[in-house]
């Protein structure tokens, strides 16, 4: 069982960047698509970005295409999230999330997708 835990969260500025980071205890990422989602208000968890750790692939929202980069660090068995020219609009808690590939060209944008949860870390972006 994978267990994950998020990192570098924080208070910052409309135009600033952050970097926030996933790492899993327990067993590697090898072989497993991770994701980030982020939760404003109510139930639901948007989907953020995702990567899958063994092929180069990456699924992006819309909303955060260009401004976001999702990305692996296979010495520290990591996921990081690089946000750039953050908005007001981006403060949530974001949760990093975890599910074996399934499929070498698929990756899944869904949060009942993923099996594997973290705690969340704020990131509250000021006007």
């Known amino acids: 069982q994978v267990q994950l835990v998020e990192s570098g969260g924080g208070l910052v500025q409309a135009g600033d960047s952050l970097r926030i980071s996933c790492a899993a205890t327990?067993?590697?990422?090898?072989?497993?698509?991770v994701g980030w989602f982020r939760q404003a208000s109510g139930p639901e968890r948007d989907f953020v970005a995702a990567?899958?750790?063994?092929?180069?692939?990456?699924n992006y929202a819309d909303s955060v295409k260009g401004r976001f980069t999702i990305f692996t660090d296979n010495a520290k068995n990591t996921v990081g999230l690089q946000m750039n020219s953050l908005k007001p609009e981006d403060t949530a808690v974001y949760y990093c999330?975890?599910?074996?590939?399934?499929?070498?060209?698929?990756?899944?944008?869904?949060?009942?997708?993923?099996?594997?949860w973290g705690q969340g870390t704020q990131v509250t972006v000021s006007s």
């Open positions: 990567v899958s750790w063994n092929v180069p692939r990456t």
């Open positions: 327990g067993r590697t990422f090898s072989d497993h698509v």
């Open positions: 999330a975890a599910v074996p590939q399934r499929s070498y060209y698929y990756i899944p944008g869904k949060s009942d997708e993923y099996d594997y």
